[in-house]
């Protein structure tokens, strides 16, 4: 029941990472005026959002399928392209070795040092040595995860990129999302077990058995990891799946949304 817990607890943070994801990539390009209220102008500044080459030729309708979405060019999900060998490596790249990957370790680090784990020896919980080991941990669970998944991800063709469901029942969209946990897309387009997110979870909640402290080392706890971290992807995909709707909400509804000056790196889909 506590292993749940966290996981649900880890998968609401993830989702409210994905929003805030989402709302970062709005307020990275040009803001939407504030005097533009009409549909249209609202419609045109989201397009301006959007890059070119991700622009369907025309409307997304389908009146065969009364379920799917019917919506102008840029205002519905933006159809991904086959993602190539070097953009996995790319990715990949920059999810180890970006400016991303190496600055956000620290807040979990910082988090465990002010609420460590019951019975957490001293040099894990105390000083700049045990924020240094935390941060080693989280760092080698980003790598963990990332190198796993790309390397399957890579050898079996798979695209691990979530893709945005097409219909407007929340309900389908919601499951759509918790479903891609466990099924995703190959690099033609068709469904398949997301063999290579699973490898890369496992990959990042057995890595600490070989350097975390005596008692945190064990396979019950690497199995909770695991647990967690399944639980947080999930989260992470209803993010991406309603992030972008709450954006075009808090826009339309003139909603302040602060100017944060949000580097491109941040946005990285």
């Given at each position: 029941m506590k292993v749940m817990v966290f996981s649900f607890a880890y998968g609401v943070l993830s989702l409210a990472v994905g929003v805030s994801s989402a709302l970062s990539q709005g307020l990275v390009a040009e803001q939407i005026p504030q005097s533009r209220t009409s549909e249209t102008a609202l419609q045109s500044a989201l397009i301006q959002?959007?890059?070119?080459?991700?622009?369907?030729?025309?409307?997304?309708?389908?009146?065969?399928?009364?379920?799917?979405?019917?919506?102008?060019?840029?205002?519905?999900?933006?159809?991904?392209?086959?993602?190539?060998?070097?953009?996995?490596?790319?990715?990949?790249?920059?999810?180890?070795?970006?400016?991303?990957?190496?600055?956000?370790?620290?807040?979990?680090?910082?988090?465990?040092?002010?609420?460590?784990?019951?019975?957490?020896?001293?040099?894990?919980?105390?000083?700049?040595?045990?924020?240094?080991?935390?941060?080693?941990?989280?760092?080698?669970?980003?790598?963990?995860?990332?190198?796993?998944?790309?390397?399957?991800g890579a050898v079996l063709h798979e695209d691990f990129r979530y893709h945005r469901s097409t219909s407007t029942n929340f309900f389908q969209r919601a499951g759509h999302a918790l479903a891609f946990t466990f099924v995703d897309r190959s690099d033609d387009g068709r469904a398949r077990p997301a063999l290579a997110n699973f490898a890369g979870i496992a990959a990042s909640s057995y890595v600490g058995m070989s350097y975390l402290p005596k008692g945190f080392n064990d396979i019950t706890h690497a199995d909770q990891r695991f647990a967690v971290r399944l639980g947080a992807a999930a989260g992470s995909n209803l993010g991406a799946e309603f992030g972008p709707d709450i954006f075009r909400y808090l826009v339309e509804h003139h909603v302040p949304i602060p100017r944060i000056p949000i580097p491109e790196w941040w946005t990285k889909r």
């Open positions: 959002q959007t890059r070119p080459d991700d622009l369907p030729d025309a409307p997304q309708a389908n009146p065969e399928k009364p379920g799917m979405r019917m919506s102008p060019p840029g205002m519905g999900p933006r159809p991904l392209l086959p993602q190539t060998f070097h953009d996995k490596f790319m990715e990949y790249a920059v999810s180890v070795a970006g400016p991303r990957a190496l600055s956000v370790p620290a807040i979990p680090s910082l988090i465990r040092l002010a609420n460590p784990p019951k019975n957490y020896p001293r040099e894990w919980r105390q000083g700049a040595q045990a924020f240094g080991r935390n941060y080693g941990d989280e760092l080698a669970t980003v790598f963990a995860f990332e190198t796993g998944r790309f390397a399957v």
